[in-house]
């Protein structure tokens, strides 16, 4: 959905487990207001907007009492179609984005293909259990519903890194800054970037 030029998109998903609403933009500047009841989630959320220069906003009443799980994934999915609706018909965008990110001793590597075909590879191994409120293992499966409802090829690969935090923390950053590359336009493609004529 575009407004004022921009790509934007609102999502809403409410189940028995979570209630999300979403705001997303593409041609952002990096501005986010989030809260998912998660204070590690928060901050990684933040980070990824800022870091790709996407506007975010987004609340979540999830099941937490329960454990984070719910909550974690479901902002996956809702962020992953929010994604899908901001680019829309991916005309003229680079689709392909990838970078190699360090963050103290953490090294980084995520590589996007915007292709339409969901496919997640990941590669990140944790010390602790969770970080914060924030499970580890979560870490996969937030990328994993995004990659789904979103419908991109997304590899994520630890290179080196001991703390926990940076390791995250620099897969948020790392993701950010190739789905940016991603989504960018370029005046030399008129159409989409496949031979097949569609994405």
Do not use: W
Not at 44 to 49: D, E, I, V
Not at 52 to 71: E, M, P, R
Not at 146 to 174: P, R, T, V
Not at 182 to 196: F, G, H, M, N, Y
């Amino acid at each position: 959905m575009t407004n004022n030029g921009k790509r934007n998109a609102i999502m809403e998903r409410k189940t028995s487990e979570t209630d999300i609403k979403l705001r997303f933009c593409v041609d952002g500047q990096g501005e986010a207001d989030v809260d998912t009841g998660i204070g590690f989630f928060d901050h990684m959320l933040k980070s990824f907007a800022k870091h790709g220069l996407f506007d975010l906003q987004v609340s979540v009443k999830g099941d937490l009492f329960v454990d984070c799980h719910h909550t974690i994934e479901d902002v996956g999915i809702v962020l992953g179609e929010a994604i899908k609706e901001a680019i829309g018909d991916k005309k003229s965008i680079k689709r392909y984005g990838s970078v190699m990110l360090p963050m103290d001793e953490t090294l980084i590597l995520c590589a996007i293909d915007l292709s339409g075909r969901p496919y997640l590879v990941f590669n990140g191994e944790f010390q602790a259990s969770s970080v914060g409120y924030f499970d580890t293992q979560m870490v996969k499966e937030f990328f994993y519903a995004i990659s789904y409802s979103a419908g991109m090829n997304l590899h994520i690969k630890q290179m080196s890194g001991e703390n926990d935090h940076h390791i995250i923390e620099g897969m948020f950053k790392a993701f950010a800054k190739a789905l940016d590359e991603a989504t960018l336009k370029d005046p030399r493609i008129k159409s989409v970037l496949s031979t097949k004529g569609a994405l």
